[in-house]
């Protein structure tokens, strides 16, 4: 890396030898017209809009594709360069259609912007121009492959960042065509980006088809909330409703990308299905009420029992604010039994795992563990950082319940059943530690060793850079502390960096407030304590409950009275809650959202709450108000955001004893698909349409298949179970987007 | 002195009065250009900008694809479009409406239409009983231009040489 000098039109400008002249000239604001060229994706130099003039070129050159050298003098709006620029744009508009006014890109083209600008005025093409048939790609991106211009940015998208190669092209010359391979459908999770890189209205959002034009949308920044992540983006609104997410540029968080779930989720915001007004529950009746109403009868539900007897449970997606707020109230109540781990099998044990790496810091490791996790469906924007690394010769290494579909090679891989993982990781924490001729715990003494684990125990040592990663699954495992601690060994021993994301969403605010029982009961406890008075934020237990079935006969119990702050309708909540009051949901109330770096992401509303709902943190002041307990005197949430941010949590180290537990001969695993992580999401039309989406079913092998008495097409807890021999012997591992059943 | 003679002369020769009844007498003689609105009108440019309306296909289509590109060049934001995908999978109007209070003639809607669909006929003379009567909505707009289809036609044609 020389710095080199050139010119551009006459400008003296610094460069890097071996960059290419468009980079520079978009470093220095000089706009050269382009449409293949993307900063992201690979130079294809094919559509030949960038040519300019280089002195002493006989022909003008693609500036995508050329090198900076020293002392180079480049026009980009000579009579060369102008003269090659509009030959290109004529044999560019030949074949494509002239309808624009019904185009969903229309006003934020970029075959527009160039045409108007570098574009003649009239051509001199008279034969028929060409016609492409649609195929579908699924429910997320419309097609309209007549208006492609072959500038092969989906295609190299889906082969570089994807990792999933489903579009190429086929055929030469006029019969060149841009097109899926499979009849089903686009099936990666980063799919939506496809509309993004497309210059032209070729792929558009499906879910967006001709509601609004781009021009009649305002913008607002926004973050979602669906991952560990908290992508940037904007939101675009048109008369109060959220009709489009698009992604926002932030390097250090989603570079340019954003993952389908966080694009189309706002689909749901819209379903008819949005709790809207503020109900009360009169002698086994819902009657809609004002929010006086419906407050007063929460307060007095809430008065009339004792502090011990109340529990408030919140969602992982709720906000810092919200989280801040109603820990705030239940502490001030004077209870201490609130929690946000309602889908941990084993609260108590929770895995407490400190993250170590930071988002940029995943694409420069070298070996990566991957431990319970489907990281490529739970967090897609992780997933895509580590497979940039081993874009750059990283291995990676599972330990897995089940061989899942990643979209990178996966060097190494142990299936192991939850109650096997514990005795899987100690087999590599004890390699380990005799590589490095440390002393041995006493729990890893009788440990036996096999060559799997010698596998992965050897690449991690070997490693400079290497990062153990825990995920969600770890959740359905009773001894998820003790994975944790081995986890934590594991990386301390081979030097490598941990990230822990075993818990999505907003989980990390949830710790920051300390949203869990400092002595007071958990989760899991409060269901069977048979408490009196509940406030559940957002929470749906058929689906996010660990035990629904238990969680929804406690809550039933006659002397249970249970506010229910809801963003959405759910024939649960509705058959044992008391009092329903409606939440504003997504995008609709200002929040924060602490990311996996533990970066504070505020963003505002971006319109205002559907119906009678409003925001958390105003629901929960007013009713810490009503209930006459001090210190909530906010008048703006950043008021809030900045006293929870103020605060320290207190790690206390917790003690972990590494012995594998009793746990059931056959453990399930149950995830849900992504588009049924959250509530949301749920209610997203479009995202339920998708293969991703549509996903239900409970593998088993063979083995284990026969001692549960399972064949196949039968159902396990509600899901179509299929047998093969991806799973690990003793597990059944269900990925469903259907609510638990027992 | 000769002033004086010539001007007793003009006086008591009643000049003046000839000069004014020579133009009576003459305009006693010529065509009437008085016309007898609304029995008679007079003639309009092609190019004459009135009432909106929406126009139709020879088949029955609408023409109107919710493009929305007259709702943007609008400068007085009379007009309101809101569009759906229709079953055909074509994408048309489900509300358009015209505010004719806001509207100030000026014709840049019927400039930016790519499908001819709306223009402004030659009808001026209307008038509302209401408040809420200055805005036509799409079924308003269609039938004005199902009514006037021949003469928005004729119009066209004549206009067309010139474009």
Not at chain 1, 648 to 659: G, K, Q, R
Not at chain 1, 684 to 710: C, D, F, M, N, R
Not at chain 2, 3 to 27: C, H, N, P, W, Y
Not at chain 2, 113 to 125: G, K, L, S
């Amino acid at each position: 890396m020389v710095d080199i000098e050139i010119e551009i039109d006459g400008n003296v400008v610094h460069g890097h030898s071996g960059e290419s002249i468009i980079s520079i000239a978009d470093r220095e604001g000089i706009d050269i017209p382009r449409f293949c060229y993307h900063k992201k994706l690979s130079v294809a130099a094919n559509c030949r809009m960038c040519l300019v003039d280089v002195e002493g070129n006989p022909k003008p050159q693609p500036a995508c594709s050329t090198p900076a050298s020293a002392g180079m003098r480049v026009h980009t709006n000579n009579e060369k360069a102008k003269a090659s620029q509009k030959a290109v744009m004529e044999f560019l508009l030949i074949n494509h259609p002239l309808d624009c006014p019904i185009c969903d890109q229309g006003g934020e083209c970029e075959l527009q912007d160039v045409a108007m600008e570098y574009g003649s005025d009239v051509s001199k093409f008279n034969e028929g121009k060409r016609i492409v048939a649609d195929k579908g790609i699924g429910a997320l991106i419309q097609t309209d492959m007549t208006r492609c211009i072959h500038c092969t940015r989906c295609v190299r998208f889906g082969a570089e960042v994807a990792g999933i190669v489903e579009m190429g092209a086929t055929g030469r010359g006029e019969e060149l065509k841009i097109e899926p391979f499979l009849s089903e459908g686009i099936q990666s999770e980063l799919s939506g980006n496809m509309i993004d890189v497309c210059p032209v209205g070729a792929l558009t959002s499906k879910p967006f088809r001709y509601e609004v034009r781009s021009w009649q949308m305002s913008s607002v920044q926004s973050v979602a909330r669906h991952d560990l992540v908290g992508s940037n983006v904007f939101t675009q609104t048109h008369k109060g409703k959220v009709k489009r997410v698009v992604a926002r540029d932030n390097e250090s968080v989603n570079e340019t990308w954003i993952s389908d779930r966080d694009r189309f989720s706002y689909e749901g915001l819209a379903n008819e299905n949005r709790a809207l007004t503020p109900k009360i529950k009169v002698k086994g009746e819902w009657q809609e009420v004002s929010w006086e109403t419906a407050l007063e009868a929460a307060i007095s539900g809430i008065k009339k029992n004792s502090a011990e007897a109340f529990g408030a449970l919140a969602s992982k997606n709720a906000t810092l604010e919200e989280l801040y707020l109603l820990q705030k109230l239940t502490r001030e109540l004077g209870s201490e039994n609130l929690d946000t781990r309602l889908d941990v099998a084993n609260p108590s044990s929770a895995s407490a795992l400190e993250t170590t790496i930071s988002l940029t810091g995943l694409e420069a490791v070298d070996h990566a563990l991957i431990i319970n996790s489907y990281l490529r469906l739970e967090q897609p924007m992780i997933n895509h950082r580590i497979r940039k690394a081993t874009l750059q010769g990283a291995k990676v290494s599972t330990v897995n319940a089940k061989a899942f579909d990643f979209n990178y090679r996966v060097a190494s891989s142990v299936l192991s059943a939850p109650q096997n993982t514990v005795v899987t990781l100690s087999g590599v924490l004890k390699v380990l530690l005799e590589s490095n001729s440390q002393a041995l715990p006493d729990y890893l003494k009788g440990t036996k060793v096999n060559q799997a684990q010698i596998d992965i125990a050897n690449a991690l040592s070997a490693a400079e850079n290497g990062v153990v990663v825990l995920g969600e699954q770890v959740s359905s495992n009773p001894c998820a502390d003790q994975v944790a601690k081995l986890v934590e060994q594991i990386a301390k021993a081979s030097n490598a960096k941990t990230l822990n994301a075993s818990a999505t969403g907003n989980t990390l605010s949830a710790e920051k407030v300390s949203f869990k029982p400092n002595g007071g009961l958990n989760a899991k406890q409060m269901f069977d304590a048979d408490l009196n008075a509940f406030v559940l934020l957002d929470v749906y237990p058929a689906f996010d409950c660990v035990d629904s079935a238990a969680a929804i006969e406690n809550l039933s119990r006659d002397d249970a009275f249970v506010v229910a702050l809801n963003s959405f309708e759910d024939a649960s909540v509705l058959s044992f809650a008391d009092v329903i009051l409606p939440l504003a949901s997504f995008y609709e109330t200002s929040g924060t959202h602490i990311n996996i770096e533990n970066v504070a992401q505020s963003y505002s509303a971006s319109v205002k709450a559907a119906g009678d709902s409003k925001p958390g943190w105003k629901v929960l002041k007013v009713l810490a108000d009503l209930l006459e307990l001090p210190g909530f005197d906010y008048t703006d949430s950043s008021q809030v955001a900045d006293d929870a941010l103020s605060l320290s949590p207190s790690l206390a180290a917790t003690e972990v004893d590494i012995i594998a537990m009793e746990v059931p001969n056959i453990a399930t695993v149950w995830q849900y698909t992504p588009y049924a992580s959250d509530v949301l999401t749920r209610h997203s039309q479009s995202l339920q349409q998708t293969q991703i989406g549509q996903v239900s079913e409970a593998t088993v092998s063979e083995a284990t298949a026969k001692i549960l008495e399972l064949s196949q097409g039968d159902c396990y807890k509600g899901v179509p179970v299929n047998i093969n021999e991806t799973v690990a012997e003793g597990c059944v591992f269900v990925h469903t987007n259907q609510a638990r059943q027992r | 002195m000769i002033k004086k003679v010539k001007k007793l002369v003009k006086d008591f020769g009643l000049s003046e009065i000839r000069a004014g009844m020579k133009i009576t007498a003459k305009q006693l003689v010529t065509d009437k250009i008085t016309v007898q609105f609304p029995e008679e009108r007079t003639p309009i440019s092609p190019r004459f900008r009135g009432l909106h309306a929406l126009r139709r296909y020879p088949n029955g289509e609408e023409r109107c694809i919710a493009c929305k590109l007259c709702e943007a060049v609008c400068p007085a934001n009379a007009i309101t479009i809101e569009s759906e995908m229709r079953d055909d999978g074509t994408r048309r109007t489900t509300q358009y409406d015209i505010d004719l209070f806001k509207c100030i003639f000026c014709g840049f809607c019927e400039e930016a239409c790519p499908v001819d669909a709306i223009v402004e006929t030659h009808i001026f003379d209307y008038a509302f009983e209401s408040r809420e009567g200055s805005i036509i909505d799409k079924e308003g707009l269609l039938a004005i231009g199902d009514e006037n289809e021949k003469a928005i036609g004729q119009a066209r044609a004549e206009d067309s040489k010139y474009r």
